[in-house]
């Protein structure tokens, strides 16, 4: 199994004020969101799971992919719809793919908005 480091939080500002979606979880909870993922949001991410936010109907699907990416390893591509954001009902192109973040093996995502 291949993990991608991300060593130092710190590590993680290039994604703060890019126009696409960011994040970390660990055990389903948002360990990093970016600028991005806030505003679709509508609020911070960070100690938050999916189920708290805007778009809690697609909970259960967004894990899904998380967990099928650190269980296999490597990064899952998909489109993922979601019911509820800031923006209305969006189509989403995403990348989840596990990495080590605080000692840790988490899902970290990267997803851009399909117009």
Same mark, same amino acid.
């Given at each position: 199994?291949?993990?991608?480091? %991300?060593?130092?939080?710190?590590?993680?500002?290039?994604?703060?004020?890019?126009p696409f979606? *960011?994040?970390?979880?660990?055990?389903?909870?948002? %360990?990093?969101?970016?600028?991005?993922?806030?505003?679709?949001?509508?609020?911070?991410?960070?100690?938050?799971?999916?189920?708290?936010?805007i778009w809690?109907?697609?909970?259960?699907?967004?894990?899904?992919?998380?967990t099928q990416?650190?269980?296999?390893?490597?990064?899952?591509?998909?489109?993922?719809?979601?019911?509820?954001?800031?923006?209305?009902?969006?189509?989403?192109?995403? *990348?989840?793919?596990?990495?080590?973040?605080?000692?840790?093996? *988490?899902?970290?995502?990267?997803?851009?908005?399909?117009?």
């Amino acid at each position: 199994m291949t993990h991608v480091k %991300v060593i130092e939080k710190q590590g993680l500002s290039v994604f703060e004020h890019l126009p696409f979606l *960011c994040w970390i979880k660990r055990n389903q909870i948002y %360990v990093y969101g970016n600028q991005a993922i806030n505003e679709f949001a509508g609020e911070n991410v960070v100690g938050k799971k999916d189920a708290e936010l805007i778009w809690g109907s697609n909970a259960t699907m967004l894990l899904e992919a998380g967990t099928q990416a650190i269980g296999a390893g490597e990064a899952q591509y998909l489109h993922e719809t979601v019911d509820h954001s800031k923006r209305g009902k969006v189509t989403l192109s995403v *990348c989840k793919f596990p990495v080590e973040f605080e000692g840790e093996i *988490c899902a970290m995502g990267i997803s851009f908005i399909i117009e």
